[in-house]
């Protein structure tokens, strides 16, 4: 399978996706931490990760897939949300938890 149609295939169907450097349990830099405190603060547990250290394929292609050069990269509904910075502003507005339904 193509890597971006793996992509493609991981953020729609699965209602909420975070790809990240290591896993929510043991995040492997500060960005992904906080995308993952932040996750944790509003109550969402059941969301899909994916550890781009575990798949260079997967970590390049995924900037290419949103056209957004960092990573953690949120994915909510299919649609591409932001990363750790644009999820902390949109968890301090508010916006974040409307899209998320909490």
Known sequence: MDV????????TTHPVVLYMKGSPQFPQCGFSGNAVRILNALGVKDYFS??????????????????????PQLYINGEFVGGSDI???MYQSG????????
Request: hydrophobic residues 45%.
């Open 87 to 89: 999820m902390a502003e």
């Open 50 to 71: 994916v550890d781009v250290l575990q798949n260079p394929e997967i970590r390049q292609n995924i900037k290419d897939y949103a056209n957004w050069p960092t990573i």
């Open 4 to 11: 971006l149609e793996l992509i493609r295939q991981q953020v």
């Open 95 to 102: 916006e974040l938890q409307k899209l998320l339904g909490v």
